[in-house]
Each structure stands twice: as structure tokens, then as C-alpha cells.
């Protein structure tokens, strides 16, 4: 007894005791949020004891610097540091709960393109059981100012104030060796930021990223056309012949893109309580004159959305860390479709939202791409109950849409971004046109409702391009972005599919998104055929009968008898016909059962895969980082002049305006054909 008595009086009136209660609080915090807020897939007793404790070291080094203060200067200080630990560690919870990553330099430089769209997912991504992270500041904070913990004032030796530090340093250290032996070139090759968390911790993935992000910076300013060499290297050793019965079937039609807002697969022919959730999908999908993906894949990082429209316009991947458009979006040099399609066949280039035109640095971006028009939000009639979340729902966006659209010169290329389908998943009562699911998952349960107002939005404009003739003059492209439910819910995603269970393999398959090519005539079908998003531009192109044999692209013809199928995913696992890789573990995709001892053939074949996909990220990258296609001009390519481009309001639509002698409009006896639209939105009704 006498013995506890004295070791809590140490803990409560020596200065060393205080930074031990600290310490220890914060160590245990942030070990139950490993466990309980985060998905990180230890397994075995290294990664387990590297996971326990692994936030002890940064800890004892951060706030190691308190110690060398004096009085109650040290204490305080102390204090401070373990609050931004604390708030650290909050933002990550919150972040990872929606993004299933964590957040890095590149996410916060950039925050400012979507900080004003956040708030209301914040809302509905914050738990209360999140601010616990906070408790044990307020109670240290309360014992301070009950005199419980007394203050210490004198100094402690700076012999052993280094010591603390150098023993935080050696822990570090022996950290990293534990990490490396049980997970060989995790700083080097590693494509997924969960494993330096896991291995390392939260607060060293901080100064992982933190360098990373100033190596890249560097490596820009490094890089030449001699690192070029490589990428073109690899490039015409993997290329392969577009489908020739396929090349020109849709020259000089108009391209019109539809961007399903995290639109997954599995809600083509999906039921609920006996109603089809997307029936106007389901019946473009299944259309004689329909090119449909039955596994096409999804294929973005922490840029989501922005990553998606990196590899549709560019077919480059998006970042390991960050988004490639907010970070490279205003000084790259890019040869993208919009560029590509104006400079080869005079397409008119255009895209449509019903957001915010910074979110994702969009309007810096969309320039550098060649995009010639850009209607955002400010374009559009914004009445509160016209938007919901990340911007006007659907089917006002589309209705709203057609006054710009019948005003394009032909033939053009349009993206349409919806946004109503967004996390998290909610619409009012009045467009609620089917009943939620039932799995008890807030984040899950609203998805199928936005997902049938998509599809009805969707419908609206097949309708009103079917009474204006544009579908004849028209191939459409629709394809979903990005997972809508993320790997965090296992057991509703489970629910949803009818499945006893759910996987990590479950998981990958579950990042399959629909991609369709729709045009009246076209020879179409299911095709099962292994790809991703990097893949639509190369089949785009060669849809409409445009070379791109010289261009720095990393896709292929998804039509090609010669398609490699090996779809990688930005996190280096990857998945094709025969085997699949998620995290450290291969899979039979045919199957779905891990492959736990193969053979030295098959392990060859296996390690063979992997390496080519972390090479094709690595080159992507590459590319990106570098800038490197400033170094690069085919022949008939002029390089993109973002400044000619104006996206102000007035001096774009009066230019968009005067040039109208090959647009619908003025084909239609200069009338619009706006009454031809018909939606069912209440918001619209008189």
C-alpha cells in the first residue's frame, strides 16, 4: 500500500510522473482507436505488437520537448502537444471513416477546393464516441486545477532530458528494422498508406508523407526529357492493337459523358422489396446497343472523384497521396481528350456541374485539360431546395442543363458530373421514390434511394435525347467513379449482397463499376472482358477512330482480343481473369479462396503481376510528379494555352451563344428544346 501511495504521489507531483500520465493516455487512446476506429488488417504477432506499440515512440519524442522547459511553462507545453496529437488523431477517425485512408499533405494543402462542400458530410461522419479521443486531456486538465497534480518546478537535468530523446529515437529506429524485416521495402514500394500506420504510426505516416510530398516537389523541379525514356520504354513494350472491327464506328459523332456519382456494379439489376433500384440503368446496360462491363473497375486513391476524371481525360492514374488535379491541376502540361479531340477532329469541348467550380480545382484543372467550357454551379438557377449536399440534385441539373447543351457546336464533347448519389445519401421525402435498406447501417441504408433518383434523373435525359434525335447523333458514355460503400462495412455490404459473410477479396470485387458505350447502331453486348478506368480514353478513341498510338497513355482498347487485364488499384493490389492480390495475400478470382501455398511457378507468376502493376504506378507517377509531358509533343499535338480559356459567366456564354449554325438549337429553326425535357422533380412543379 505504502508503495502505490508513493507511486501516485510521483505520478501527481513530479514532473516526470506528469509526462509518464500523459504519455501513458495518450499510448492507450490511440491503440483502442487502431482498434476500434480503423481497419488495418493486422495479422500475426509481429504486426500486432507493431500495432500496440507503435504510437509510443513519436509520442514520448514530441512531447520529450516539454521537458526541457521549466515550471509550469513545462507542463503546458507538454499538454499542447499531446492536444494536437489528440486532434491528429481525431481528423484521421473522421477522415478514414469516409475515405478509408489517411489524410495527407497533399489532402490538407488542397482542402481549400472542398472545404466548402464538407460540412454536412462532417456532420454526418462524426460518431460521439469520436470525441472520447479528448477525455483524458479534460480530465488531466480538471486535476491540474483541483490541485491533484501539483506543479514541479524544478528542472530536470539535460543529460536527461537527451536521454528521453534518444531513447525515443532508438525506439524509432528499432521500430523501422521490426517493420522492415516483416515487410520488405515498406518505405519503397508500398502503395497503400494503411501499412505505414500499421507498421510504423499514425504520427510517422505524418513524416512519411511529409517527405514524400517535398521529394515530389523536388523531383519536378529535377526531372528532364531524358525521363522520358523509361515511360515510352515501357508504354511500346505493353501496347497493344485497338479492335479494328470497332475502329471509326462512332466517328464524328458527339460524346456525351455521364459521371455516375459512386455508382457501384452491383445495383444494375439490383431489387429491393421487389423494385428494381435502377431500371433505366438496367435497360442501357442490357440494350442490343450497349457496349457494357461486366468487370470494370474502379481504380482511384485519396482523390476519388478527381482520380477518376484524371484517367477518363488522361488515362494516368491518379496519386499515391492527394489528388493529381488539385495538386498538378494549374501548372501541368497534360494531352488530354478534350485537347485531343478539338486538335484532331474540331470537337466542341465542354462540362457540365451543378457544384462548385473550385472543388478539386476544377476551374485551374479543366483548363490545363483543354476543356473549353465549364458551367458550375454559378451557371445555375440555385434556390435551396434545388440543392442537396455536394450540389443541385440530378434531375434540376439536367433540366437546367439543356439550355446549354442545344447551344453546342457539334460535334461535341461533354461531361456531365451528378452529384446527388454522394455520401451521405440522403433526399427529402418527396423524391424518396423507394424505401430504404434494412441493414441498420446509417452510412448504407440511404444508398439505394439516391442511387434510383440517379437513375430516374438519367432517364429524364435518355428521354428528352431520344424526342431531339441527339441519341442518333450521339455515343453515350456512362461509368461510375468511384465505391459508394466503402470497405468499413463489411457486415451491411454482406447484407446487401446476400452473403454469409464478407471478405477483403469480397471487397475488391466490390469496387466494380458499371461502363457503358450506348449509340444507336452499335454492335454491342456484355462484355466480360477485365479493365478499369484507366482503359475508357484508349477505347474511346478508338471508338471514334482516333489514333492515339502516340500518346503517353497507360490504358488500353478494353475491346482488344490483346487487352492484358490486369487491373491495378492505386493501393498496388490488383485483380485480373485468374488471380487477384489484396494487400499481402493472392486470391483465385474464380474462386475467391486465397491461394496460401503455391508452388515456385505459380509464386513466380504471381510476384511477376505485381511487380508490373507497381511499375505502371510508379511510371504514372512519374509522369505526373515530373511534369514530364512538358517534355513531349507528338507531331500534330500543340500544346494546351490554359489562359485563352474564360470561364467567367457572361464572356462564356456569349461566345457559347454566337456560335451556334451546327448546334441543336439552331438545327431545331433557332428554338430550344426545352419543352421536350419533361421531369417529375417537385421542386419544379407550378
Do not use: C
Not at 447543351?405 to 461535341?412: H, K, V
Not at 505526373?624 to 494546351?640: D, E, H, M, S, T
Amino acid at each position: 500500500m505504502t508503495r502505490i501511495k508513493s507511486f501516485l504521489q510521483w505520478l501527481t507531483q513530479d514532473k516526470l510522473g506528469f509526462f509518464v500520465i500523459v504519455l501513458m493516455a495518450f499510448w492507450l487512446k490511440t491503440y483502442i482507436a487502431y482498434l476500434t476506429k480503423f481497419n488495418l488488417g493486422s495479422v500475426g504477432a509481429m504486426q500486432n505488437f507493431l500495432l500496440f506499440i507503435n504510437p509510443l515512440p513519436a509520442a514520448i519524442l514530441l512531447m520529450g520537448i516539454g521537458l526541457f522547459f521549466k515550471g509550469r511553462k513545462s507542463y503546458w507545453i507538454i499538454l499542447l502537444i499531446d492536444l494536437l496529437l489528440t486532434f491528429w488523431l481525431f481528423s484521421n477517425i473522421l477522415y478514414y471513416r469516409e475515405f478509408s485512408n489517411f489524410l495527407s499533405v497533399s489532402i490538407i494543402k488542397t482542402s481549400g477546393s472542398t472545404a466548402d462542400n464538407l460540412g454536412k458530410s462532417i456532420i454526418g461522419i462524426i460518431h460521439p464516441s469520436d470525441f472520447l479521443v479528448f477525455l483524458d486531456f479534460i480530465i488531466i486538465i480538471g486535476l491540474i486545477f483541483s490541485k491533484v497534480i501539483r506543479y514541479d518546478l524544478r528542472p530536470l537535468k539535460l543529460k536527461f532530458n537527451l536521454l528521453v530523446e534518444g531513447l525515443a529515437a532508438i525506439l524509432i529506429g528499432l521500430n523501422l528494422l521490426m517493420a522492415q524485416k516483416d515487410r520488405s521495402g515498406l518505405l519503397t514500394r508500398t502503395f497503400d498508406n494503411s501499412y505505414i500506420v500499421k507498421y510504423l504510426g499514425m504520427n510517422e505516416y505524418a513524416i512519411y508523407d511529409g517527405f514524400k510530398t517535398a521529394q515530389t516537389s523536388e523531383q519536378m523541379a529535377k526531372a528532364n526529357v531524358s525521363d522520358l525514356q523509361s515511360v515510352k520504354k515501357y508504354l511500346k513494350s505493353n501496347s497493344v492493337k485497338p479492335n479494328a472491327t470497332y475502329t471509326g464506328v462512332a466517328k464524328g459523332k458527339n460524346v456525351l459523358i455521364i459521371h455516375l456519382e459512386s455508382f457501384q456494379q452491383f445495383l444494375i439489376d439490383y431489387k429491393w422489396k421487389g423494385k428494381a433500384v435502377t431500371p433505366n440503368l438496367n435497360k442501357l446496360y442490357h440494350s442490343k446497343n450497349s457496349l457494357s462491363f461486366a468487370n470494370f473497375y474502379n481504380q482511384v486513391g485519396q482523390g476519388k472523384t478527381s482520380d477518376a476524371e484524371m484517367m477518363l481525360e488522361n488515362s494516368l492514374y491518379g496519386l499515391q497521396s492527394g489528388s493529381a488535379m488539385s495538386s498538378y491541376g494549374t501548372s501541368n502540361t497534360f494531352e488530354s481528350a478534350p485537347a485531343i479531340l478539338k486538335q484532331k477532329a474540331n470537337y466542341t469541348t465542354a462540362v457540365m456541374h451543378g457544384g462548385a467550380g473550385s472543388f478539386w480545382n476544377r476551374n485551374n484543372a479543366y483548363k490545363q485539360f483543354g476543356y473549353q467550357y465549364f458551367m458550375p454551379l454559378s451557371y445555375y438557377d440555385n434556390k435551396p431546395k434545388y440543392y442537396i449536399g455536394y450540389g443541385l440534385k440530378d434531375k434540376i441539373f439536367f433540366s437546367q442543363s439543356i439550355k446549354y447543351i442545344e447551344r453546342l457546336p457539334q460535334p461535341f464533347y461533354l461531361k456531365l458530373l451528378t452529384v446527388t448519389n454522394h455520401y451521405p445519401y440522403e433526399i427529402d421525402k418527396k423524391n424518396q421514390k423507394i424505401e430504404r435498406t434494412d441493414t441498420g447501417d446509417e452510412t448504407v441504408d440511404g444508398y439505394v434511394q439516391t442511387a434510383h433518383y440517379l437513375d430516374q434523373a438519367v432517364g429524364e435525359l435518355l428521354s428528352w435525347m431520344k424526342k431531339t434525335g441527339l441519341d442518333q447523333k450521339t455515343i453515350l458514355v456512362l461509368y461510375g467513379d468511384h465505391y459508394g460503400i466503402s470497405g468499413n462495412h463489411h457486415q451491411a455490404s454482406a447484407e446487401l449482397l446476400k452473403q454469409a459473410d464478407f471478405t477483403n477479396f469480397d471487397n475488391l470485387k466490390f469496387q466494380r463499376v458499371p461502363l457503358i458505350f450506348n449509340m444507336r447502331g452499335l454492335n454491342g453486348g456484355i462484355k466480360k472482358t477485365y479493365g478499369g478506368e484507366i482503359d475508357v480514353l484508349p477505347t474511346l478513341l478508338n471508338l471514334l477512330g482516333i489514333n492515339n498510338q502516340d500518346t503517353i497513355q497507360f490504358g488500353h482498347d478494353l475491346l482488344s482480343s490483346a487487352a492484358p487485364q490486369i487491373v491495378a488499384q492505386r493501393n498496388g493490389d490488383f485483380i485480373t481473369p485468374k488471380y487477384a492480390k489484396v494487400g499481402g495475400n493472392y486470391y483465385n478470382t474464380k474462386t475467391g479462396l486465397e491461394i496460401e501455398h503455391p508452388d515456385k511457378k505459380l509464386k513466380a507468376e504471381l510476384v511477376g503481376l505485381s511487380n508490373k502493376v507497381t511499375t505502371q504506378l510508379s511510371l504514372s507517377d512519374r509522369v505526373i510528379a515530373g511534369n514530364l509531358l512538358r517534355f513531349y509533343k507528338p507531331k500534330w499535338f500543340k500544346k494546351v494555352t490554359p489562359h485563352k480559356y474564360d470561364y467567367n459567366e457572361k464572356k462564356s456564354l456569349k461566345d457559347l451563344f454566337s456560335q451556334n449554325k451546327t448546334s441543336m438549337w439552331y438545327q431545331n429553326h433557332q428554338k430550344s428544346t426545352q419543352s421536350k425535357f419533361k421531369t417529375d422533380a417537385p421542386e419544379l412543379e407550378k
